[in-house]
């Protein structure tokens, strides 16, 4: 079946350093969704990408999609004690299911 | 607030209890969605409902059971439940391929 691959699986930096997480999927996808959810909360969708080498930008983060539409990136650029969290990517195939990722959880140091 | 609400937040059962975690949704989204976390493990599949009065297994079903109430509600039952459904359960809801998916706030369930 349908598994999307995230990596890393943790990532340290200090404040004002760059983040990336990177997601695979084994098949291709329809759409690719990144969500953010906080220490002790809910997953809070993000975006979500359609189009194949699709980048899109919010502020200090920026999105992109394969050109294959099988791998995603979300990069943050200087980051904040409040980018703390765990950043998931989901695969939509088509169907009714949407695969996550296993979660890239970013630690900022001050 | 528009959104997804879940009830309880918190639970504690023994081994063997049954109960259900009630799910409602008033964004008038077809298709609703039971996910558990575990550390680790990311957000995995129970149960999904495409649409009002459909229901079918995600990835890890065994254990559990759904019911689509109607439009806005979804639960989730635990018929006779086991220490290795010890989770944070999470409903979601969305309307299929177009926008990303709503959650709730989540339970977290212990089973001692």
């Known amino acids: ?110 | 607030n528009a959104g997804v609400t879940q009830t309880p937040k918190f639970q504690v059962l023994k081994t063997g209890q049954s109960m259900t975690l009630q799910c409602a949704q008033d964004m008038n989204h077809n298709s609703m969605y039971w996910y558990r976390q575990d550390p680790g493990m990311g957000l995995r599949l129970i149960y999904y409902s495409a649409s009002e009065g459909t229901t079918d297994k995600g990835e890890v079903p065994n254990g559990y059971n759904v019911s689509r109430l109607n439009k806005r509600e979804f639960s989730l039952r635990l018929e006779s439940a086991a220490p290795s459904q010890t989770s944070v359960y999470f409903c979601a809801s969305s309307e299929v391929g177009v926008f990303g998916y709503t959650f709730g706030s989540g339970t977290r369930l212990t089973v001692v």
């Not at chain 1, 999307?4 to 699986?9: D, N």
């Not at chain 1, 990336?20 to 979500?48: A, D, E, M």
């Not at chain 1, 980048?55 to 979300?74: I, M, Y």
């Open chain 1, 1 to 110: 079946g349908q598994q999307v691959m995230q990596i890393p699986q943790y990532q340290h930096v200090q404040e004002g350093e760059d983040f990336t997480t990177y997601c695979n999927s084994s098949t291709t996808l329809s759409n690719i969704q990144w969500y953010k959810q906080r220490p002790g909360g809910h997953p809070v969708f993000l975006i979500q990408l359609v189009k194949s080498g699709e980048v899109k930008k919010q502020k200090r983060l920026t999105f992109q999609f394969g050109e294959a539409k099988k791998n995603s990136s979300l990069h943050i650029t200087a980051t904040q004690t409040t980018d703390v969290g765990t950043y998931f990517c989901a695969g939509y195939d088509g169907g009714f299911k949407t695969i996550f990722g296993a979660g890239t959880r970013l630690f900022v140091k001050a």
